[in-house]
C-alpha cells in the first residue's frame, strides 16, 4: 500500500489530482493539509471536503494551514480558477468547515509522517509555505519521507549564442512557431517588424523578444530568445506560480529536502499536453464524479477555448500520477535546483544548476518524459 500525504491549495487541477489518487488501486491518502494559494485556505478547506464528498471519502482527513508566504504576501489565482478556487460552481450542498480537523496542518504533516517514518509520499501541489515550515519545525522530516513530489518551477531557457547571426535568430524562431502555433508573430517593436509576443497576453511576455528582420549588427539589441514555453512564467514573466507564491518556501524545500524529490515543472506540464478530444470523453462519463469536474472545470475549458489552447493541462496530476505509479515516468533530468529569491523578474524562479556551480551533493529528478497513455488511464479512473 503505498502512502500519501498531500499538500493542495485545492483549485480544480488540484481536485483532479486528489480524485485520480482517490481512484488508484493500492493508494491511501493519510491526509490532506492545505495552503492559501489559489484561493484563501478556508475556501481550499472546503474545496478538498467537496471533492471528498463527491469521492466519497468523508474519512480521509483535512487540516488547516498557512494563510499567507512566509514573507507575509499573496498572489492571487482567482482569474483562472474563479474566485473560490473551483470555477464558482454552485455547491449547495457542500460539507462545511465544521469537518476541518483541530490541528493544524504544519503538526499533522510532522505527526503522520512520524507515525509512518520511510512509508509516506508527500505530494505537494501548492506553494510550499506547509512544507518549508514543517522542516523548519522539525529538521529531521525530511529524512523520514519516502519521498517528495511536487508540481512548480520553471526549467528551460535558450538563449542565442553571440556568433549567432540576426537573420539565423529570427529563422529558427520563426520555424518554432509556425511549428507550434501554425502563423509567426509579426508586429513593430523599436521602429522595426520583429517575430515576438504578439501572443504576449496569452503566453506570457517572456516568449519571443525582439528578433528584427532586418539585420542587427549590435549584439546587445539581440535580447534573448525563447519560446512559446521557455523562459516564462504563468504568474510572473519567469516564475511559475506555485514558487513565485512563496519563493522563500521554495528556496528552503529545495535545500533542506534530503528524500528523493521529483519536480513536475510548468514547461514539462506543458509540453505534455491532453488533446480536447481528450478531454470530452473523459468529461462524458455518466458518473457524479464526471458531471462534478463538468462543474468545476467549465470557466478554464471556456478560458482556454478563447485563447485556441490545443489542448489542457492538469499540472498538479502530473506530479500525482508520478508518486502513484514510479514506472508513469520514462525520463528525468537529475540536477541541483534552487530559487532565484532576489531580481526585479526572476524572484521566485526555479535555477537548474547544468553546469553544477552550486556544488550541491543532492539532487532533483525533473520530469522529462512520461508514458501519456498511463497517465490518459490514471486521469480516466479518476471520474469512474
Not at 469521492?55 to 487540516?63: G, L, S
Not at 539585420?215 to 525563447?226: A, F
Not at 534552487?338 to 543532492?362: P, Q, S, W, Y
Not at 512520461?370 to 469512474?384: C, G, I, P, S, Y
Amino acid at each position: 500500500m503505498k502512502k500519501l500525504l498531500v499538500d493542495v491549495d485545492c483549485g480544480v487541477d488540484d481536485a483532479q489530482a486528489i480524485m485520480m489518487a482517490l481512484a488508484a488501486p493500492g493508494v491511501q491518502i493519510l491526509g490532506i493539509t492545505c495552503v492559501q494559494g489559489n484561493t484563501s485556505v478556508d475556501n481550499v478547506c472546503k474545496n478538498v471536503l467537496r471533492v471528498l464528498k463527491v469521492c466519497n471519502h468523508p474519512e480521509i482527513p483535512v487540516f488547516r494551514g498557512a494563510t499567507k508566504s512566509l514573507l507575509g504576501q499573496t498572489i492571487s489565482a482567482g482569474d483562472f480558477h474563479g474566485k473560490d478556487g473551483l470555477g464558482d460552481a454552485p455547491h449547495p450542498d457542500a460539507p462545511g468547515l465544521d469537518l476541518v480537523q483541530k490541528e493544524g496542518a504544519v503538526s499533522a504533516m510532522i505527526r503522520i509522517v512520524n507515525e509512518n517514518p520511510g512509508e509516506v509520499s508527500l505530494v505537494a501541489t501548492a506553494p510550499l509555505t506547509n512544507v518549508a515550515l514543517a522542516v523548519k519545525l522539525d529538521p529531521t522530516f525530511p529524512q523520514k519521507l519516502k519521498g517528495l513530489y511536487l508540481m512548480g518551477g520553471n526549467t528551460d531557457c535558450t538563449r542565442p549564442t553571440p556568433i549567432e547571426s540576426a537573420s539565423a535568430i529570427e529563422a529558427r524562431v520563426r520555424a518554432d512557431f509556425d511549428l507550434r502555433l501554425g502563423r509567426a508573430a509579426i508586429m513593430s517593436v523599436i521602429g522595426k517588424k520583429c517575430v515576438r509576443a504578439q501572443f504576449a497576453a496569452r503566453w506570457g511576455d517572456g516568449d519571443v523578444r525582439t528578433v528584427c528582420h532586418d539585420s542587427v549588427k549590435n549584439r546587445s539589441s539581440r535580447q534573448r530568445i525563447c519560446d512559446k514555453m521557455k523562459a516564462r512564467g504563468n504568474i510572473t514573466v519567469c516564475g511559475e506560480y506555485n514558487f513565485a507564491a512563496d519563493p522563500e518556501a521554495a528556496y528552503i524545500v529545495l535545500n533542506e529536502f534530503i528524500c528523493p524529490v521529483y519536480i513536475a515543472s510548468w514547461e514539462f506540464t506543458c509540453r505534455s499536453e491532453l488533446p480536447w478530444a481528450f478531454c470530452d470523453g473523459w468529461l462524458a462519463q455518466d458518473t457524479d464524479k464526471a458531471r462534478f469536474m463538468k462543474q468545476i472545470f467549465k470557466q478554464i475549458m471556456e478560458s482556454s477555448s478563447s485563447n485556441k489552447t490545443q489542448g489542457f493541462i492538469s499540472c498538479d496530476s502530473y506530479a500525482m500520477a508520478a508518486a502513484i505509479d514510479e514506472t508513469y515516468i520514462i525520463e528525468t533530468d537529475h540536477k541541483a535546483v534552487t530559487v532565484e529569491l532576489a531580481g526585479n523578474f526572476c524572484r521566485g524562479m526555479m535555477v537548474v544548476d547544468h553546469l553544477e556551480i552550486l556544488k550541491k551533493t543532492h539532487k532533483a529528478h525533473i520530469l522529462k518524459k512520461v508514458d501519456l497513455e498511463k497517465f490518459k488511464t490514471l486521469m480516466m479512473n479518476a471520474l469512474k
